[in-house]
């Protein structure tokens, strides 16, 4: 068992698929992703790669 796991309990049955770090006092649970990061996140690569193509040439 590493670090991570030791310090990973879950919590009680009333809270489906949580997990807490008990040194840290932060909650792991699922989650969705919120649409304006997917928007941001796309935006980038797709700059990242205008970048490239425009300004990377020899």
């Known amino acids: 068992m590493n670090n991570?796991?030791?310090?990973?309990?879950?919590?009680?049955?009333?809270h489906?698929?949580?997990?807490?770090?008990v040194?840290?006092?932060v909650r792991e649970k699922p989650g969705?992703?919120?649409w304006w990061l997917i928007v941001v996140s796309v935006g980038l690569c797709?700059?990242?790669?205008?970048?490239?193509?425009?300004?990377?040439h020899p």
């Open 4 to 14: 991570n796991e030791a310090d990973k309990q879950q919590i009680p049955s009333s």
């Open 16 to 21: 489906d698929g949580e997990y807490e770090y």
């Open 46 to 56: 797709i700059w990242g790669g205008y970048y490239l193509l425009v300004f990377w």
């Open 23 to 25: 040194s840290a006092g």
């Open 32 to 34: 969705k992703i919120p």
